[in-house]
């Protein structure tokens, strides 16, 4: 019997440390009552009390005469966001991918990152608002930031998103560092840890790199040429019961796809049914020929949140993102922001991108970019075709294209030899929760046109057939 006892008490000892570590019990948290405690792990009063009497002789928590216990301070060990698994492939795992990415050498071509290359971006508008802002108010170039940035490119913000559908206000966007802090400010202010968030598998990766941080449980959701696909997303509604589901609905990253109208509104009708938050990333609108439903507009920003920057458009230099949602939820997200990143954006990055938008120069550079994507698109299909991969689809616009390598290849072993000759490539396996995409690739058309990247993919996949 003591011994059964013993066997008890440390399983309860083992489920509290479990949820500390994954901190669904923060620093100073009070611990449930000892018969909440017994209740829900059903085992007896006196064995949760000989747990957290053993626990607080760890340090791991303290205990309060007449309070209860509470997780100690020193609890909580580092967050360490390095994969578990150390046999686990680290060409598929986002972190590893991004750091690649970031931190290339110039000798590196990359053909599986997600921005323009240099000469593609408005250089001579950039320059030109720089100029405007060396002749600014010194309060731009000196102070902080407003709590919810520039009002001046809300008010411009607000503008362009009527012609999308998308009626606000400028009291309802919320300016941010980026669109990644846009993200992360959301997903501080909606998640616990431990909370459910759906996202598309494929999705884009770092959306499951900033989901790992906030300790969620990530469920993947199919994601067809028209968007999700319903039947499972409802299913995982019903079965997971997510607090977030995150997405693109404008040429979706990374298979290029576009949201039809029919699958929004089931998306919409599902997340009604089950209070569930939409966070809709439209950082690739701009990119296409022609506008596609938004969730935010079939909504009007009831329970879906939109999100962006101008990072792929104007500058990964100068970044500025935004929020867009209910003014009381941005009420909240302001304060959020005051605590970690006091105060909004860089006044300076707001300003800049307020005077390159603001004139006639956006519109003319985004014009010629689709045209020039659309050349580009074409060649690399090509180019692919000829070494045998498949795309998934045709986009109707920006730089992605998903494709299957052929007779079985595994996009990590491509990509793996790829990188040996300074090539870095996009494996399918990064993109996808579920680890289903072993076989693809996602080619960044304007980064693809190098012809060593050809020489060095026609060696590493050979010849097809």
Wanted: contains cysteine.
């Amino acid at each position: 019997m003591a011994k059964h006892m013993g066997l008890k008490t440390n399983e309860v000892m083992h489920a509290i440390r479990a949820r500390v570590a994954s901190r669904a019990f923060a620093a100073g948290d009070r611990l449930p009552s000892i018969r909440t405690m017994a209740a829900t792990l059903q085992v007896s009063p006196s064995t949760v009390v000989e747990a957290y009497d053993r626990l607080a002789a760890e340090g791991l928590v303290r205990a309060r005469r007449g309070s209860g216990f509470y997780v100690a301070s020193s609890a909580l060990p580092p967050l360490a966001l390095a994969e578990d698994d150390p046999k686990r492939d680290r060409t598929v795992d986002p972190f590893w991918v991004s750091r690649q990415s970031l931190d290339a050498s110039s000798s590196v071509l990359k053909p599986g990152c997600g921005w323009l290359p240099a000469d593609w971006m408005p250089g001579d508008a950039l320059r030109r608002a720089f100029r405007a802002l060396a002749r600014s108010n010194e309060s731009v170039l000196t102070d902080y930031g407003g709590t919810r940035g520039s009002p001046g490119l809300r008010r411009l913000l607000s503008t362009r998103f009527a012609e999308d559908g998308v009626n606000l206000s400028p009291d309802q966007l919320l300016l941010t560092g980026s669109g990644t802090q846009a993200i992360d400010l959301v997903c501080r202010f909606l998640l616990r840890p431990g909370d459910t968030v759906l996202v598309d598998d494929p999705c884009y990766f770092n959306f499951r790199a900033l989901l790992r941080v906030h300790k969620a449980n990530v469920v993947g959701v199919p994601y067809t040429s028209t968007g999700p696909d319903v039947a499972c997303f409802e299913a995982a509604l019903v079965a997971e019961k997510p607090r977030l589901y995150i997405t693109n609905s404008a040429l979706h990253n990374p298979t290029g796809a576009t949201l039809s109208p029919q699958i929004a509104y089931q998306v919409l009708k599902a997340a009604a049914m089950n209070d569930l938050i939409i966070v809709e990333d439209d950082i690739f609108a701009d990119f296409e020929p022609e506008p596609s439903p938004r969730l935010a507009a079939l909504d009007g920003l009831n329970r879906v949140i939109r999100i962006g920057s101008f990072s792929k458009t104007l500058s990964a230099s100068a970044r500025c993102g935004y929020i867009a949602a209910r003014r009381d939820w941005i009420d909240e997200l302001i304060d959020l922001q005051v605590a970690i990143n006091f105060g909004g954006p860089s006044p300076v990055a707001a300003e800049l991108v307020t005077h390159v938008l603001s004139r006639g120069h956006y519109r003319k550079h985004m014009e010629g970019t689709r045209l020039r994507l659309v050349r580009a698109r074409r060649e690399v299909a090509g180019k692919l075709a000829d070494l045998g991969l498949e795309l998934w689809l045709t986009p109707r616009g920006g730089f992605y294209l998903w494709c299957r390598l052929p007779n079985g290849l595994k996009a990590a072993d491509v990509a793996r030899a790829a990188l040996e000759e300074d090539i870095l490539l996009a494996p399918g396996n990064v993109f996808s929760v579920s680890e289903t995409a072993s076989e693809f690739l996602r080619f960044n058309v304007a980064q693809s046109r190098h012809p060593r990247i050809w020489q060095v993919m026609r060696r590493v996949v050979g010849s097809p057939g």
